[in-house]
Antibody
Framework: QLQLQESGPGLVKPSETLSLTCSVSGGSISTYYWSWIRQAAGKGLEWIGR???????NYNPSLKSRVTMSVDTSKNHFSLKLSSVTAADTAVYYC??????????????WGQGILVTVSS | QSVLTQPPSISEAPGQRVTISCSGS????????VNWYQQLPGKAPKLLIYYDDLLPSGVSDRFSGSKSGTSASLAISGLQSEDEADYYCAAWDDSLNEEVFGGGTKLTVL
């Protein structure tokens, strides 16, 4: 059974860079797309972006200038960096697997989520 | 303001059937598949319906999805207390070039 687990600092100072890692177990990271999604307290889901092992990426246009996603196949994990954070970036961050299906796709495996608070 | 529009809340009695709507446009629902996710309180979202109306393995057949034009619906029959959750629709948007979610619908089983 595939399992995803987010890790990283739970507190980040304003203007600094948020860095999270998603460890994948029970399957290889070398196939499928992998995504990050976040959810502010009491709010809905917001897609941050996705990437494929080949380097192909899609980022949320509203976050694109601040987002970097990368992968370490040797450790079977992938990472998110979000720069110049503000209080508006405070949220639970989820990593998820994106499975392509015909001309579309869906998020079929999710991590449990990690709360990141931006505060001085 | 979410790109996909869902009712904020809905309530129904146990054993009854409820339908949650998701309204979009030609650039998202009209041209791409819709997925539905269930988020139990304090938990991560879980895939409920994919590609408009397909059920992932392990998901109860009390859940069903449909789509017509630029709108989609999630139906839940034989409501149970364990169905109390937030439900989100999602689809790729060709114009925005991003995955978009509905604002979520909080289901209360009376």
């Amino acid at each position: 059974q595939l399992q995803l687990q987010e890790s990283g600092p739970g507190l980040v100072k304003p203007s600094e860079t948020l860095s999270l890692t998603c460890s994948v177990s029970g399957g290889s990271i070398s196939t499928y797309y992998w995504s990050w999604i976040r959810q502010a307290a009491g709010k809905g889901l917001e897609w941050i972006g996705r990437f494929y092992i080949t380097g192909s990426t899609n980022y949320n246009p509203s976050l694109k200038s601040r987002v970097t996603m990368s992968v370490d196949t040797s450790k079977n994990h992938f990472s998110l960096k979000l720069s110049s954070v503000t209080a508006a970036d405070t949220a639970v961050y989820y990593c998820a697997r994106y499975t392509h299906y015909y001309d579309s796709g869906y998020f079929d495996y999710w991590g449990q989520g990690i709360l990141v608070t931006v505060s001085s | 303001q979410s790109v996909l529009t869902q009712p904020p809340s809905i309530s129904e009695a146990p054993g009854q059937r409820v339908t949650i709507s998701c309204s979009g446009s030609t650039s998202n629902i009209g041209d791409n598949a819709v997925n539905w996710y269930q988020q139990l309180p304090g938990k991560a979202p879980k895939l409920l319906i994919y590609y408009d109306d397909l059920l992932p393995s392990g998901v109860s057949d009390r859940f069903s999805g449909s789509k017509s034009g630029t709108s989609a619906s999630l139906a839940i029959s034989g409501l149970q207390s364990e169905d109390e959750a937030d439900y989100y629709c999602a689809a790729w948007d060709d114009s925005l070039n991003e995955e978009v979610f509905g604002g979520g619908t909080k289901l209360t089983v009376l």
